[in-house]
């Protein structure tokens, strides 16, 4: 893409702990689920592409992420299939 001068992303997730008994009739449990993050922003200059200053998730971090006790099944609502770009003219 050389036309692409800055890029950013913000992105939120669930990570699910499952886990599924033996047998034929069992099915998949939740057992814990941990939320978490990532943002940053990049620009493109002369030198290549660099770090907006303070826009990553890890110049400022929440703290480390916790799990928590979840029953709750996970709904799955489209698939990851390509990342569109948007060049800046």
Do not use: H
Request: charged share 20%; net charge negative; hydrophobic share 35%.
């Amino acid at each position: 893409m050389p036309n692409m001068k800055k890029y950013s992303a913000d992105d939120t997730f669930k990570t699910y702990f499952m886990y599924k008994p033996a047998g034929a009739d069992s099915i998949w449990v939740t057992l814990c689920r941990l939320d978490w993050f990532w943002k940053a922003s990049a620009t493109k200059g002369n030198n290549g592409w660099t770090l907006d200053a303070g826009s990553a998730s890890s110049a400022d971090p929440p703290g480390n992420p916790a799990g928590t006790d979840s029953t709750e099944l996970p709904i799955w609502t489209g698939k990851f299939s390509a990342q569109t770009f948007v060049a800046d003219n």
